[in-house]
């Protein structure tokens, strides 16, 4: 059963153009919303993250809006860089003790020059 | 500090041989993760721990057997190794959310996992 369902699972974006990465989920006990960027060879790493108290999360060219009706997330790369190119996890966990983080499948970002 | 360490990085195996993954981290946290990630299938978690001398089964336990003697050493072990167990494993850690870390992180009672480089086993 997957929990947290992300799309595309591949995506191919031009330089200079924004990159678009869907997340959603069913466990509405979810609370804590965390992208991790992995890049070849390396251990993903926590990029950023949001609580369902706000609709919206920026850091530098990275956001993540939070639609928490619709149970869905995304995260936003504007001015997409070669740089870039990664693969892109989103996650969601519960909070309070030990919760289980549960991870999207992936999406493998390619930004073209 | 070196955050996460794994070794080895690199393994070949044949079906049947017997290998232990040692992952380290020197952040203090209590809680120590193995995932598996292959093509398609994104993170999987095998087992984890929620402190010294304790270890749970995750979604893929099983073939794998794993040991937390020490709060900073998380061991994974493959008794007879199969080609299904081919992949890239993750060893991950997190503090608990009563750190103050946590509260600092503005992400009181959040999970942040922090993992290592990765060791990718071929069994053959």
């Known amino acids: 059963q997957q929990q947290v369902k992300q799309s595309p699972q591949s995506l191919i974006v031009q330089k200079g153009g924004i990159s678009i990465i869907n997340c959603a989920y069913e466990n509405t006990a979810f609370d804590y919303f965390p992208w991790y960027q992995q890049f070849p060879g390396k251990g993903p790493a926590l990029l950023i993250a949001?609580?369902?108290?706000?609709s919206e999360k920026k850091e530098g060219r990275f956001t993540i809006s939070f639609n928490k009706s619709a149970k869905q997330f995304s995260l936003h790369i504007m001015d997409s860089q070669p740089g870039d190119s990664a693969t892109y996890f989103c996650a969601a966990s519960a909070s309070g003790g030990y919760q289980k983080v549960t991870f999207g499948i992936g999406t493998k970002l390619q930004v073209i020059p | 500090n070196a955050g996460v360490t794994q070794t080895p990085k690199f393994r070949v195996l044949k079906t049947g041989q017997s290998m232990t993954l040692l992952c380290a981290q020197d952040m203090n946290h209590e809680y120590m993760y193995w995932y598996r990630q292959d093509p398609g299938m994104g993170l999987r978690l095998i087992h984890y721990?929620?402190?010294?001398?304790?270890?749970a089964k995750g979604e893929v336990p099983d073939g794998y057997n794993v040991s937390r003697l020490k709060k900073q050493n998380f061991l994974l072990g493959l008794e007879s190794a199969a080609p299904s167990q081919t992949s890239v494993y993750f060893c991950?850690?997190?503090?608990?959310?009563?750190?103050?870390?946590?509260?600092?992180?503005?992400?009181?009672?959040?999970?942040?996992?922090?993992f290592g480089a990765g060791s990718r086993l071929t069994v053959l």
């Open positions: 991950a850690s997190s503090y608990s959310f009563i750190s103050p870390f946590a509260r600092d992180s503005g992400f009181a009672g959040a999970n942040v996992l922090t």
């Open positions: 949001i609580r369902p108290d706000v």
């Open positions: 721990s929620v402190g010294e001398g304790t270890t």
